[in-house]
């Protein structure tokens, strides 16, 4: 069964940086779509960046020009920097295929963007 591991959140102030890794227990990061969701308190997960196996990627419009998902294949890890943070921002980050399978969620990793 494949682990993924979500870590580098934290508190930042508005428009500061983070960078979010996500570690794989075993080889699917070159093979599958990978995706960064969040989820903020009393909403839905929503997908914030994916990237294909071909490294092809897409970003939430509320997103664009801030975030950048990218992957090393070799260290089976899938990251996701994100700069120009604004309180909205504030959610758990997962990790997971792209789509999603139920069987991939993580703990997640927290990010609170606050003055």
């Known amino acids: 069964q494949v682990q993924l591991v979500e870590s580098g959140g934290g508190l930042v102030q508005p428009g500061g940086s983070l960078r979010l890794s996500c570690a794989a227990s075993r080889s699917i990061v070159s093979i599958y779509n990978m995706g960064w969701y969040r989820q903020a308190p009393g909403k839905q997960r929503e997908l914030v960046a994916g990237i294909t196996s071909g490294r092809s990627t897409n970003y939430a419009d509320s997103v664009k020009g801030r975030f950048t998902i990218s992957r090393d294949n070799a260290k089976n890890t899938v990251y996701l920097q994100m700069d120009s943070l604004k309180p909205e921002d504030t959610a758990v980050y997962y990790c997971?295929?792209?789509?999603?399978?139920?069987?991939?969620w993580g703990q997640g990793t927290q990010v609170t963007v606050s003055s």
């Open positions: 997971n295929k792209y789509p999603p399978s139920p069987a991939y």
